[in-house]
């Protein structure tokens, strides 16, 4: 593992430009090169790390960080109170790299790298809102996700987790007062002008609850007419803990709340934060229970496509395919309710494997599907994708292009419609998709138009992928025998003495205890790429658990792609990004 | 004696028109779920049909509220507008012989000048509401109106020149031989298209816009207030259906059945055909829209307006 490592080209690249005692190396379980960097240095070296090296880094993949400070199990990595880490993703070596810096609690300033990756602004207020790390230099280091009365930095391991730590909710009238004027939209602190030479503009407050937005999300328009001059989207109105929750929680019961993230991709979450834990503990669930995997993650994958599909449409004013994508929907959530149960969140991926076997008659029910979506999804293009209007509606709308992608940190669909053919379940295959045939969808454009093109197309890939599985499904076990999974399943010799009883019971009620280190699961989910960043510091329950989703990038690219246009065009495009209120704030 | 036969005629087309515009309630909603895949109301009554009267018995007990904030009087004004210019319409309608209220000599002037008219109600109540969205959603409505009332008014002309008359009746007596859909099928189609515009329905609800503007010029609206402007649309959808019947299909005329009878069936087709709109077609964006409409729709009005003119002259 140490080889690794030591062997990357990277690390003597660095240590040869900023001196060979300040890139402290660090060994990890998930081999992405991981290395120790002097606060004062970090901006540099991911400057160099963008633009110096050979085969650059070009995408801020994540930014966060950790409290350090009751962590137990540091071995061989520098002290500090709290340590903020930069994910890094060349797609040129297929490579990320993760840069880490101590910070001591008397000192938590840290220079921004806004100037490098303008994405980084969001991850910098988060990391403020969450920790009460300051970024020197940030444009504007307000919180983000938790609301602006909020006292104390939630991720702090002195932050209290539970309404029971915390004394009784109040809401008298004055608190009401201050907490209603604290969410007023003040035009000046985000840089607007009220008016121009010729004009004043009208500030449209869009949300949190409007029929376009689809979810609890805010967004600030700036408008001269009826053109968005500017806008301020305004997020954490679905702000839930899902980080905190995840330090309370065990390793196996966690996965529900998985569930909840990407709220439309139901499984998919759990191999997501699955695969970021089976890499911890050292588990390669058995062929049979991959399968099942993929099999799932791909219907939900067609189901969260179907759902957008709708939607979109609703969004540029065509009342009827939402009826029809969601009938067709029920269909897929009837073959998921025969198989796990449950239908939006099902939490039926468990570590090493999944819940129980697949029912009788699951295979049938699947075949049924496959030939009953194609059809539907001709009638649909004849319906949505060749209509006049949604062309005029969609084509040559907010448009971004690879690059800008790339910089902003875009990944799935919306960064394949750039034409850019990036998916990490080909490049970087996890499970077992390295297995499977199927094609990578991409447009040329990159508008409206083409993200949708990109996602129905994704469908009957997803189709193709899931035929696969039916047809060649493994026998065997749907579970790992391994003594990390969980629940353990009864091999023949649990109950017969009281040790292997003990070490049962422990396995049921405890949960497993995954060894110390840290490990990033990556997939490419619904709507592009969401990773875990799980630290363990040997112990029952994660000692910090990182969600990157792909709408929280996503959806800071929005003013971007919204000047200039109209208030149409924004929900148009609000559509064709395809988020969901709980992936972006989790 | 004929004042009150004046009177009872009145009130009889009153009646009439506001159960069709609420029983429409009822038609559309089960057509909408009929072609969506899905039931409707079908609860209430017989196939539901009392749902709009549950409807309607909410509304009116509905708290009758007036933001603090808004114009109060032009507020409350605004929806009395667009039920009072519409159902003026329906003053020169020819239903069948002998069955109209009265018989203008400009009978189509006269709609034409009401429907204009009823765009005030749009206009007013998004300005009073003072509301950003409604507001949006009043300026929506006003360049919408601008622009479609002009080529509406130029695409009727043919069928004027035509019938050498704007009398409602002499233009449907005019159609005894041929309907005026053949030799004037550009001006139909022109008038539909304006027709829909005219009624805000989908594509042409941009000042309403659901998905955008949450519900336009109404945003502010309730109870029956919002119940006005609800009617008013429909019983504009049964006078645009009535108005295309009348000048494009012959009216009343056809063979065997009563006059009144095929008077009804036109109508109701495009009805049918306008709820059918609204379920397949997406919403074209403002600007596209009115530049669809000054660009494309004006000229072709223009066009078949000279073209007609000319043969007409030639003819006689």
Avoid at chain 1, 461 to 470: K, M, Y
């Amino acid at each position: 593992m140490s080889t690794a490592v030591a062997n990357t080209t990277i690390l003597s690249e660095l240590q040869d430009k900023f001196g060979a005692g300040s890139i402290v190396p660090q060994e990890t379980r998930d081999h992405i090169p991981t290395f120790w960097a002097p606060r004062d240095q970090i901006h540099d070296i991911v400057r160099h790390l963008k633009s110096g090296v050979p085969s650059p880094y070009k995408m801020l993949y994540d930014l966060t960080a950790i409290d350090e400070r009751v962590r137990t199990h540091r071995d061989g990595e520098p002290g500090s109170d709290f340590t903020l880490i930069y994910h890094l993703l060349s797609f040129e070596r297929n490579e990320y790299i993760r840069i880490k810096a101590a910070l001591k609690s008397d000192d938590l300033h840290v220079k921004t790298i806004t100037n490098v990756w303008p994405s980084a602004n969001w991850y910098e207020r988060e990391v403020w809102d969450m920790f009460g790390i300051v970024f020197d230099g940030h444009p504007h280091l307000a919180r983000i996700l938790m609301p602006r009365t909020w006292v104390g930095h939630p991720l702090r391991k002195d932050h209290p987790a539970r309404a029971t730590e915390m004394g009784p909710f109040r809401l008298p009238d004055q608190k009401q007062d201050e907490e209603q004027e604290a969410l007023r939209f003040r035009p000046e602190e985000w840089g607007m002008k009220r008016s121009s030479e010729d004009t004043d503009f009208i500030f449209l407050n869009i949300g949190p609850q409007h029929p376009g937005t689809h979810g609890v999300l805010r967004i600030v328009l700036q408008l001269d007419g009826e053109e968005i001059v500017d806008c301020v989207p305004e997020i954490g109105f679905h702000h839930r803990g899902a980080e905190k929750m995840g330090e309370r929680q065990s390793w196996h019961t966690y996965i529900p709340y998985t569930d909840r993230i990407d709220y439309l991709g139901g499984v998919m979450n759990n191999l997501a934060y699955l695969t970021a834990v089976e890499k911890l503990a050292g588990i390669e669930p058995p062929p049979r229970a991959q399968v099942i995997r993929v099999m799932l993650s791909e219907l939900f994958r067609i189901i969260s496509h179907l759902v957008w599909y709708g939607t979109f449409a609703q969004d540029v004013g065509q009342l009827s395919p939402v009826f029809y994508t969601f009938n067709d929907r029920e269909r897929a959530f009837g073959i998921i309710e025969a198989i796990c149960g449950a239908r939006m969140h099902p939490n039926w991926f468990r570590i090493g494997g999944v819940a129980q076997d697949l029912p009788q008659g699951w295979d049938s029910m699947i075949r049924d599907f496959i030939k009953y979506l194609p059809p539907r999804l001709i009638e649909y293009d004849k319906e949505i994708m060749r209509n006049r209007i949604f062309k005029a509606r969609t084509q040559g709308v907010g448009a971004y292009s690879a690059e800008e992608c790339i910089e902003w940190g875009v990944t799935g669909p919306n960064l394949r419609a750039c034409g850019f053919e990036w998916d990490f379940r080909k490049k970087q295959p996890y499970s077992v998709y390295d297995q499977f045939q199927f094609d990578i969808p991409t447009a040329q454009h990159g508008d409206c138009y083409d993200r949708a093109a990109v996602r129905v197309e994704e469908m009957r890939q997803s189709l193709r992928i899931i035929e696969q599985c039916v047809n060649n499904m493994p026998a065997g076990s749907y579970k790992s025998l391994q003594p990390l999974s969980a629940p353990p399943l009864k091999p023949d010799n649990t109950m017969h003495d009281i040790e292997t009883l003990i070490t049962h019971f422990l396995g049921v009620s405890w949960g497993p205890v995954i060894p110390p280190g840290e490990a990033l699961g990556a997939i490419e989910a619904t709507k592009g790429n969401n990773g875990y960043y799980l630290i363990s510091d040997g112990s029952t329950v994660s000692y910090r658990t990182r969600i990157r989703t792909p709408s929280f990038p996503h959806m800071q690219t929005l003013p971007n792609l919204c000047r200039g246009l109209m208030v149409s065009d924004l929900l148009a495009i609000l559509g064709s990004i395809d988020f969901v209120l709980a992936d972006i704030d989790r | 004696m004929e004042i009150v036969i004046h009177i009872v005629t009145v009130l009889v087309v009153l009646f009439v028109v506001l159960n069709i515009a609420a029983g429409l309630i009822w038609v559309e909603r089960r057509l909408l779920a009929l072609w969506q895949d899905r039931y409707g109301p079908n609860r209430v009554g017989p196939l539901g049909l009392m749902q709009v009267a549950a409807d309607t018995i909410k509304l009116f007990f509905k708290e009758d509220w007036v933001p603090p904030f808004a114009d109060k009087g032009v507020f409350i004004l605004a929806p009395a507008i667009v039920m009072l210019t519409v159902l003026m319409s329906f003053t020169v309608l020819p239903f069948a012989p002998g069955m109209q209220i009265t018989d203008l000599n400009i009978g189509l002037l006269f709609v034409l000048a009401m429907s204009s008219l009823g765009v005030y109600s749009v206009v007013l109540g998004g300005w009073s509401s003072d509301n950003k969205y409604s507001l949006l959603g009043g300026l929506r409505a006003a360049a919408q109106m601008l622009g479609y009332e002009v080529f509406m008014g130029l695409a009727l002309m043919g069928v004027v020149l035509m019938a050498g008359s704007f009398s409602l009746r002499a233009i449907v007596d005019a159609q005894s031989k041929m309907w005026f859909i053949v030799p004037q099928f550009v001006g139909f189609v022109l008038f539909l298209i304006a027709g829909a515009a005219e009624m805000r329905r989908l594509p042409f609800d941009i000042p309403e816009a659901e998905s955008e503007l949450v519900a336009g010029f109404h945003s502010e609206y309730s109870g029956m207030k919002f119940g006005m402007f609800f009617v008013g649309e429909y019983v504009g959808v049964v006078l645009i259906s009535a108005l295309i019947s009348i000048l494009f299909l012959g009216g009343w005329h056809g063979p065997l059945l009563p006059p009144i009878v095929w008077f009804l069936i036109k109508m109701f087709a495009f009805i049918a055909f306008f709820i059918l709109l609204r379920a397949g077609l997406p919403r074209p964006r403002f600007d596209q829209l009115m530049s669809w409409g000054w660009k494309i729709m004006l000229p072709l009005a223009l066009a078949n307006l000279l073209v007609t003119g000319a043969i007409v002259l030639a003819v006689k």
